[in-house]
Structures are given as C-alpha cells and as structure tokens.
C-alpha cells in the first residue's frame, strides 16, 4: 500500500467514524465531492493545503499523518 493509499485509508475510516457523508466532509473540507473521494480512494497526491484542511476538519492529529506523509513511496 502506497503513502497516498493510506493517507486516503486514513481519511476515509475517520470520516466514517465521525458519521459524515462524503459529500458533507468534502463541503467542510472547501473542496469537491469528487477531490476527496480521490483521495481516500488513493487515486491523487493532496496538496498540503487539502491535508492540513481535511485534518483539522475531521480531527486527525497531525503526527498520526508522519507515517502517511513523511516519505517518498
């Protein structure tokens, strides 16, 4: 599993977790249904930007992202 695949992985559990809809998560997020399913589907590489939005939206600790993030695939 890619970097970007558990990043995604990661996005999708906690947003189940936290009971939101794709579609809502996206909307609090800034940005569009289709970008976030990207993501959790492991199909884009977010820009910082959209990670640091997603995080601080659905409440992932930053250093829990390191293991995601932090190297190249």
């Given at each position: 599993?890619?970097?970007?695949?558990?990043?995604?992985?990661?996005?999708?559990?906690?947003?189940?977790?936290?009971?939101?809809?794709?579609?809502?998560?996206a909307e609090l997020c800034g940005?569009?249904?289709?970008?976030?399913?990207?993501?959790?589907?492991?199909?884009?590489?977010?820009?910082?930007?959209?990670?640091l939005s997603i995080s601080a939206?659905?409440?992932?600790?930053?250093?829990?992202?390191?293991?995601?993030?932090?190297?190249?695939?």
């Open positions: 599993m890619t970097k970007t695949q558990q990043f995604g992985r990661m996005v999708r559990e906690r947003r189940n977790a936290l009971g939101l809809s794709i579609e809502k998560a940005m569009s249904y289709k970008g976030l399913e990207e993501i959790e589907l492991g199909d884009s590489n977010p820009k910082l930007s959209s990670i939206v659905l409440g992932i600790n930053l250093e829990n992202l390191n293991s995601c993030v932090s190297s190249p695939d």
